[in-house]
């Protein structure tokens, strides 16, 4: 005999994992209003040091490239280090950790996870090559990112620094904006797949490199399509880790 619609909801009240889906967590103006913070306290962070180093004078270092490389270095590591404090503080009420998927790797087996995770980075990273080499043709896609590293002087503390930033904060905070929040609250009004792109070309287009959007725009469609397969933002996560550190020593080695 068929559920009435009133056991179903007798249902979900009794069984917490049935009354709220990750689907309609978080809200779209909390989305942005995070996105809008995370970029707000980049700036802030960067004028102090910047302000910082004026006002003391300068550190010994002659290049003034090397100056602003070290604050914008420097306030990324602050804006991070503030942004996930804070959601961490957010994520840790109402259950929102398991909401959105950092309790678990997700519900495909590990070895399916791994074949599509493959598949779908180096379906990303062949469109990137081709893009790079066929469409814009001397344009780097991490140009500004190895200038800005070259600049910077290769101390130990920087080094660390700089693979905070780009390797581990990066990742966390991108993919806790751009599919744990955004493409989950974009699916409450659209379909997965438009979810998907609309949040893609939100986190390409925050990059600040029009020529690079459809590059970044084919491996974050590629995290957003695992990331709906799995569940998992605990799995995107180590995996644009993984990337990153790869593309941070492929710049290094270039440089």
């Known amino acids: 005999m068929p559920e009435t619609r009133s056991q179903v909801k007798m249902q979900e009240i009794s069984d917490p994992s049935l009354a709220q889906k990750p689907s309609i967590f978080p ?13 707000v306290l980049q700036l802030i962070c960067t004028a102090i040091f910047i302000a910082v180093d004026a006002v ?30 804070l959601m961490f503080l957010y994520l840790r009420k109402d259950n929102r950790f398991k909401k959105i998927g950092l309790d678990s790797f997700g519900t495909m087996p590990l070895a399916r996870t791994f ?51 780009f390797a581990i904060a990066a990742p966390l905070v991108e993919e806790l904006l751009f599919r744990g929040f955004l493409q989950n609250a974009l ?17 390409a287009l925050v990059h600040l490199q029009p020529y690079a959007i459809p590059g970044l725009m084919s491996l974050s469609i590629a995290f957003g399509y695992l990331y709906h397969r799995t569940g998992s933002l605990r799995t995107n996560i180590l995996l644009h880790i993984l990337n990153n550190t790869a593309a941070l020593l492929l710049t290094q080695a270039v440089v």
Request: charged share 5%; hydrophobic share 60%; proline share 5%.
């Open 27 to 39: 809200g779209i103006f909390p989305t942005i209003g995070w996105i809008v913070l995370y970029f």
């Open 56 to 85: 003391s004078g300068g550190t010994q270092i002659a290049d003034a490239g090397a100056h602003k490389g070290l604050a914008v270095l420097w306030g990324i590591v602050a804006s991070a280090i503030i942004q996930l404090s």
């Open 115 to 165: 074949g599509l995770a493959f598949i779908l980075v180096v379906g990303a990273m062949l469109f990137n090559f081709l893009y790079a080499h066929y469409v814009i043709p001397g344009i780097g896609m991490q140009e500004e990112m190895a200038k800005m590293l070259a600049s910077i002087p290769r101390t130990p503390v920087n080094i660390i620094a700089g693979f905070f930033a």
């Open 187 to 203: 699916t409450r009004f659209v379909p997965v797949w438009a979810a998907i792109l609309l949040s893609s070309f939100a986190f």
